[in-house]
């Protein structure tokens, strides 16, 4: 196991392990339950923190990490087929599994900074 990133909340945390884990890179959410404690450890301890369960992946899960950054600026993507809404880096839909569609204007184009 290696520590590769510490997440800003728990929800940002899971998002990122489902997003690894599309791309077939096994990550554990640690610290996930230290939120009852928060008030006794400073909150550094008490973020959430992604490890990869083998540390041959760290390369390849700061790359999909970094990835997912810069494409979570856009806006999010609605499933066409159950309705729910995906952050902007995802392929399939985090609920039911359908391919989502494009959004218009996505077409590759680097975005504008
Ligand atoms: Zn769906």
Redesign the pocket.
Known sequence: MKRIYDAASLPEAHILAAHLATRGVRVRVLNANAAGAMGEIPMDAAAPQLWVEDARDEARAREAIAAFHAQAAGPARR?P????ENPPAFDL?W????GLESAAGDQGVPMNR
């Open positions: 499933c087929k159950c309705g729910e839909c609920s039911c599994g359908a």
